[in-house]
T-cell receptor
Framework: EAGVAQSPRYKIIEKRQSVAFWCNPI?????LYWYQQILGQGPKLLIQ????????DSQLPKDRFSAERLKGVDSTLKIQPAKLEDSAVYLC????????????FGPGTRLTVT | GNSVTQMEGPVTLSEEAFLTINCTYT??????LFWYVQYPGEGLQLLLK?????DKGSNKGFEATYRKETTSFHLEKGSVQVSDSAVYFC????????????FGQGTELSVKP
């Protein structure tokens, strides 16, 4: 079974530019998560989808971050405009069901904002 | 709110040494507890989990016991190998929290030959 795919793996942008990250979860997984991992910290949940609906986006900075999962499969996370403090690894994870305890993580996208 | 605290790293051990990484948590109700591992350049992988008090999770020689009385979930391994060098994250999933994982800050382990 293929794992969670993410692209790009690395991205360097200047502040105030925009950027988008893509995630394709494991086939058949209904729940998709985006986490932000700042260097030296644990991952922090940004947004959680169940199929194409948002379950939790309470920690998503909605003035600059947006995410969608239009067909309930792959997902895009966008930052516009980026700030220096957005430099982090953005992790996508998926699970079969909403309350499934095991989440499968992708390799992440490392974003550097200069 | 729910939170997880891990011992700070980096932890440096010689091969075959005994490993303990401390993890304590704060949560209401009965959370599930996890250890994830992140090898260099890779994504997070679930190492082990425990879903109720006194459960022991184990995998690849690692163990952790869910201690509700001390709100702890310490990770242990009797004999570490160089290949165990990685960052280890303790995490919890709150009861009725819809799958949201809350992570500790991570502990880097470096094992020397």
């Amino acid at each position: 079974e293929a794992g969670v795919a993410q692209s790009p793996r690395y991205k360097i942008i200047e502040k105030r530019q925009s950027v988008a990250f893509w995630c394709n979860p494991i086939s058949g997984h209904a729940t998709l998560y985006w986490y932000q991992q700042i260097l030296g910290q644990g991952p922090k949940l940004l947004i959680q989808f169940q199929n194409n609906g948002v379950v939790d986006d309470s920690q998503l900075p909605k003035d600059r971050f947006s995410a969608e999962r239009l067909k309930g499969v792959d997902s895009t996370l966008k930052i516009q405009p980026a700030k220096l403090e957005d430099s982090a690894v953005y992790l996508c994870a998926s699970s079969r069901l909403l309350l499934e305890r095991e989440q499968y993580f992708g390799p992440g996208t490392r974003l550097t904002v200069t | 709110g729910n939170s997880v605290t891990q011992m700070e790293g980096p932890v440096t051990l010689s091969e075959e040494a005994f490993l303990t990484i401390n993890c304590t948590y704060t949560a209401t109700g009965y959370p599930s507890l996890f250890w994830y591992v992140q090898y260099p350049g890779e994504g997070l992988q679930l190492l082990l989990k425990a879903t109720k008090a006194d459960d022991k999770g184990s995998n690849k020689g690692f163990e952790a016991t869910y201690r509700k009385e001390t709100t702890s979930f310490h990770l242990e391994k009797g004999s570490v190998q160089v290949s165990d060098s990685a960052v280890y994250f303790c995490a919890l999933m709150g009861y009725n929290q819809g799958g949201k994982l809350i992570f500790g800050q991570g502990t880097e382990l470096s094992v020397k030959p």
